[in-house]
T-cell receptor
Framework: NAGVMQNPRHLVRRRGQEARLRCSPM?????VYWYRQLPEEGLKFMVY????????ESGMPKERFSAEFPKEGPSILRIQQVVRGDSAAYFC????????????FGEGSWLTVV | AQTVTQSQPEMSVQEAETVTLSCTYD???????LFWYKQPPSRQMILVIR??????QNATENRFSVNFQKAAKSFSLKISDSQLGDAAMYFC????????????FGKGTKLTVNP
């Protein structure tokens, strides 16, 4: 059973470009979470999605960031017009339907903005 | 708002010895879950142990155990017979039952294991 798959693992973007990070949850998992980890920090919640629905986006910056989890295909975290402060590790996690289930993390995508 | 505090930025332990990492949290909820995650140099987040708040018995997983004090809102991790592979960042996390079920993380403790 494959784990949570994220790609790309490493992404370099120039300031002003767009970054797209993809996440395929574990088989059978319908809940997806995105977290951001700045250098020397813990993970910060960004957004929680179920298929075709955003459940909680309270951790998402108001501008330039968006996320989706379509009926078919991976979840996408999109960052428009990237700035140096967006450089971070972005982790996707998934869990099965139902309260209290353990959340499993992918290996992360490292975004560097130059 | 829920917060998680790890008061030890760094800890070190001799190989084969025991070390305890501290974690406290703040919540007004009664039903929740607590976790310890390990992040080795590969940066992957690995679940170490999980505790349900309604369970009085402390969780154990092989060499890893917790001391869960619900009234004190304390959730420490004990690593016995420390191994070189235990060297990593350790993050304590809280998750409320129901709602968005997002994880709230502490800032982490860097554990060094000395041979």
């Amino acid at each position: 059973n494959a784990g949570v798959m994220q790609n790309p693992r490493h992404l370099v973007r120039r300031r002003g470009q767009e970054a797209r990070l993809r996440c395929s949850p574990m088989k059978g998992h319908s809940h997806v979470y995105w977290y951001r980890q700045l250098p020397e920090e813990g993970l910060k919640f960004m957004v929680y999605l179920q298929k075709e629905n955003i459940i909680d986006e309270s951790g998402m910056p108001k501008e330039r960031f968006s996320a989706e989890f379509p009926k078919e295909g991976p979840s996408i975290l999109r960052i428009q017009q990237v700035v140096r402060g967006d450089s971070a590790a972005y982790f996707c996690a998934s869990s099965p339907v139902g309260s209290g289930n353990t959340i499993y993390f992918g290996e992360g995508s490292w975004l560097t903005v130059v | 708002a829920q917060t998680v505090t790890q008061s030890q930025p760094e800890m070190s332990v001799q190989e084969a010895e025991t070390v305890t990492l501290s974690c406290t949290y703040d919540t007004s909820e009664s039903d929740y879950y607590l976790f310890w995650y390990k992040q080795p140099p590969s940066r992957q987040m690995i679940l170490v142990i999980r505790q349900e708040a309604y369970k009085q018995q402390n969780a154990t997983e092989n060499r890893f155990s917790v001391n869960f004090q619900k009234a004190a809102k304390s959730f420490s991790l004990k690593i016995s017979d420390s191994q070189l592979g235990d060297a990593a960042m350790y993050f304590c996390a809280y998750r409320v039952q129901g709602g968005s079920e997002k994880l709230v993380f502490g800032k982490g403790t860097k554990l060094t294991v000395n041979p």
